[in-house]
């Protein structure tokens, strides 16, 4: 079993904040858990291409294998701020 936490509006989507899925192989990669999501929370599908996954205090690539005894975090892009910039600054 490998635990996924979600934040912001993935765990809005998902409707949970820790979702335990079950892994068939002993280290799959982050692309593979992220296939399995697409089936299993079908809501996350449009914002999975986007997220950033980390395990521990590190960031991890699509293609590195996850540690199935530490939760993967997916953590959803981060958009501007609430200022707009002054026009001289474009």
Known sequence: MLDVEFYGVLQQLA???TLQI???DDAPTVEQVLERLRGD???LSDH???VACAQGEHLVRRGDRVDPARPL???PPV???SHPLPAEAC
């Open 15 to 17: 409707g949970t904040r």
């Open 22 to 24: 079950e892994v068939h």
């Open 48 to 50: 999975l291409p986007r």
């Open 79 to 81: 958009s501007g701020g």
């Open 41 to 43: 929370v079908p809501a």
């Open 73 to 75: 975090v997916l953590l």
